[in-house]
């Protein structure tokens, strides 16, 4: 699909990217299935113990919800990537707090919490193989950590000792838009697709506002454009069908009004 979107290279083996990419990423990490945290051995030791109070915020988020069923969810990649923007949004928060002696972030961090955002993008840039990455796995990578440590932080702000498990956000529109979640909750539209008359349903999905917006980025270069044409988003869904002639992408779009449908149709 993101072949199809122009997103990636055809050229590029995704799979053996991805792991030779998150082989250079991972120091530690909690497994929900065996509910094992696991550090690599050879790490040093001040990042283990900055990776190990991370990974510990997971394994006590996995007594509360499911993380493996997070994990498993299939064929609603925005809800999944809002979900995991939760979980490391909230891990990324306390890791933060535990470097900083448990100080608030704000005041204790030269620049507040715009440092945090640059911390974040320089960690990730700082690897060979990252910054070697399309934009959309870039950014994808980053967003549950940035994006979702924001969330958290408007969460704590507004709800203060409460966690949203219970309530989790449906949508990357509901992490990246406060209105969207804490007022009027704008909950996604469900898009199903008819099977295909020609050809084969290979795979389908949907982007969601945030990985809309990284499609309009990557072929306008324009990034207020790309905002403006993926704000109003209410839901989406794609299939890759498989026909005689190759492969075909089917996409169907849902807008909050016909103003910003128009929008997005005139960037697009």
């Known amino acids: 699909a993101y072949r199809r979107l122009g997103l990636i290279p055809d050229t590029l083996d995704l799979r053996a990217f991805m792991l030779d990419l998150l082989t250079e990423q991972v120091v530690g990490y909690y497994d929900p299935e065996t509910k094992v945290l696991y550090v690599v051995q050879e790490a040093p030791p001040e990042q283990a113990s900055i990776i190990i109070s991370h990974e510990l915020v997971h394994a006590l988020q996995d007594q509360y919800m499911s993380l493996d069923s997070l994990q498993l969810l299939r064929g609603d990649n925005d809800r999944q990537v809002a979900a995991h923007a939760v979980i490391e949004g909230q891990a990324t928060i306390v890791q933060i707090q535990a470097m900083l002696g448990g100080a608030d972030i704000a005041t204790a961090l030269p620049g507040g919490w715009d440092r945090v955002r640059d911390l974040i993008r320089e960690s990730s840039s700082q690897m060979p193989i990252f910054a070697t990455a399309p934009r959309i796995i870039q950014e994808t990578l980053i967003f ?18 409460e966690v949203p498990f219970g309530d989790m956000p449906r949508s990357t529109e509901q992490i990246m838009h406060a209105r969207a979640y804490f007022n009027e909750r704008d909950a996604p539209t469900r898009v199903t697709l ?75």
């Not at 549950?144 to 000792?161: D, I, N, V």
């Not at 990985?211 to 324009?222: A, G, N, P």
């Not at 454009?225 to 996409?251: H, N, Q, S």
């Open 144 to 161: 549950p950590y940035l994006s979702g440590a924001e969330f958290m932080r408007t969460f704590q702000q507004l709800r203060p000792g």
């Open 194 to 268: 008819p099977a295909p008359r020609v050809g084969r349903d290979r795979y389908q999905n949907n982007l969601g506002e945030f990985e809309t917006r990284l499609f309009l980025y990557e072929h306008i270069r324009d990034q207020a454009a790309a905002v403006r044409g993926a704000a109003g988003w209410d839901g989406d869904r794609y299939m890759v069908v498989e026909t005689p002639r190759g492969e075909a992408l089917v996409w169907v779009s849902v807008w909050d009004s016909p103003v910003e449908a128009a929008e997005f149709t005139e960037v697009l």
